[in-house]
């Protein structure tokens, strides 16, 4: 039977800070592992490939496979296979992006692209935001993979890929779609590839910004974790709320507690998305 419950999990600030586990983290993990829980880790990192990024928590002592990896680049490339099937794209981005592009059937051009797609790039000089804002005035569409103003890296903060957007924005006045999160496009294809409803859905982070807004909107059950950026005294500075604060994902690792008692299965609600219309007449037989 299929579990009545599965998670959606950030990686940074929840899983890890810089290149260090957060206590518990392992050990909740592979609690989901061996209980056959569904999750899937989510990440508005763009640079990485979904295997990448699941070598890096491998290395970290978590032992995952690439299907257990969402990345926005997917979510952003599979968006735009459906969009505008087998595309074309002018790309500011790293590895991550463009491959994720190309398995979806788009190349990756400098002329007349239908879209200018932008993710994280550490590489970005003026002659290529020059040659984007070229084709974004001769027609080409912006898409932004995230809306990150910045990136934490291990020498300090460099400008994220909402940064570059918004250079792009205000030198051709055209807006931005973007696809990571709180983007209701991403985490319903993240809960599609589970397999799950949208009341079985729990997403689990450390930002309200982008974690908490987006369980919000799509109307899963959300874990605020404070082992990242964010306290609880700056909860008072939201109109929303979590369903749970917790210090971290290390009191969901203890086994002497059934995570159904802490998530109790709930009533099927009208706003549920049955994946086929056998599984629907079933659920309201």
Same mark, same amino acid.
């Given at each position: 039977?299929?579990?009545?419950?599965?998670?959606?999990?950030?990686?940074?600030?929840?899983?890890?800070?810089?290149?260090?586990?957060?206590?518990?983290?392992?050990?909740?993990?592979?609690?989901?592992?061996?209980?056959?829980?569904?999750?899937?880790?989510?990440?508005?990192?763009?640079?990485?490939?979904?295997?990448?990024?699941?070598?890096?928590?491998?290395?970290?002592?978590?032992?995952?496979?690439?299907?257990?990896?969402?990345?926005?680049?997917?979510?952003?490339?599979?968006?735009?296979?459906?969009?505008?099937?087998?595309?074309?794209?002018?790309?500011?981005?790293?590895?991550?992006?463009?491959?994720?592009?190309?398995?979806?059937?788009?190349?990756?051009?400098?002329?007349?692209?239908?879209?200018?797609?932008?993710?994280?790039?550490?590489?970005?000089?003026?002659?290529?935001?020059?040659?984007?804002?070229?084709?974004?005035?001769?027609?080409?569409?912006?898409?932004?993979?995230?809306?990150?103003?910045?990136?934490?890296?291990?020498?300090?903060?460099?400008?994220?890929?909402?940064?570059?957007?918004?250079?792009?924005?205000?030198?051709?006045?055209?807006?931005?779609?973007?696809?990571?999160?709180?983007?209701?496009?991403?985490?319903?294809?993240?809960?599609?590839?589970?397999?799950?409803?949208?009341?079985?859905?729990?997403?689990?982070?450390?930002?309200?910004?982008?974690?908490?807004?987006?369980?919000?909107?799509?109307?899963?059950?959300?874990?605020? !974790?404070?082992?990242?950026?964010? *306290?609880?005294? &700056? +909860?008072?500075?939201?109109?929303?709320? =979590?369903? @749970?604060?917790? #210090?971290? !994902?290390?009191?969901?690792?203890? *086994?002497?507690? &059934? +995570?159904?008692?802490?998530?109790?299965? =709930?009533? @099927?609600?009208? #706003?549920?998305?049955?994946?086929?219309?056998?599984?629907?007449?079933?659920?309201?037989?």
């Amino acid at each position: 039977m299929r579990s009545p419950l599965g998670f959606l999990v950030d990686m940074d600030g929840v899983i890890y800070r810089g290149s260090e586990l957060i206590p518990g983290a392992k050990q909740f993990i592979e609690r989901l592992l061996e209980e056959q829980i569904p999750f899937l880790f989510l990440t508005n990192n763009s640079q990485r490939t979904r295997r990448d990024v699941a070598i890096k928590l491998v290395r970290m002592g978590i032992d995952v496979d690439e299907h257990h990896v969402f990345t926005c680049a997917m979510a952003t490339a599979r968006f735009l296979a459906r969009q505008k099937p087998h595309g074309t794209a002018y790309v500011i981005g790293e590895g991550g992006l463009l491959q994720a592009l190309h398995e979806n059937g788009y190349a990756v051009v400098d002329r007349s692209p239908d879209y200018v797609v932008v993710g994280e790039a550490r590489t970005i000089t003026l002659e290529m935001l020059e040659h984007a804002v070229d084709l974004i005035l001769g027609g080409a569409k912006l898409i932004g993979t995230n809306l990150d103003p910045n990136c934490p890296t291990q020498s300090g903060t460099r400008p994220g890929c909402g940064a570059t957007l918004a250079y792009l924005e205000t030198a051709t006045g055209k807006k931005a779609f973007t696809l990571g999160k709180p983007s209701p496009v991403m985490l319903r294809i993240a809960r599609k590839e589970l397999g799950l409803t949208t009341s079985q859905t729990i997403m689990i982070g450390d930002t309200m910004e982008t974690d908490i807004l987006g369980a919000v909107q799509m109307g899963y059950r959300s874990v605020l !974790v404070l082992s990242g950026g964010t *306290r609880r005294s &700056d +909860l008072r500075n939201f109109a929303y709320c =979590p369903g @749970l604060v917790l #210090d971290s !994902v290390a009191e969901l690792s203890d *086994r002497t507690r &059934d +995570l159904e008692e802490i998530f109790p299965a =709930p009533i @099927l609600r009208a #706003d549920d998305t049955p994946h086929d219309l056998q599984e629907w007449i079933a659920a309201h037989a």
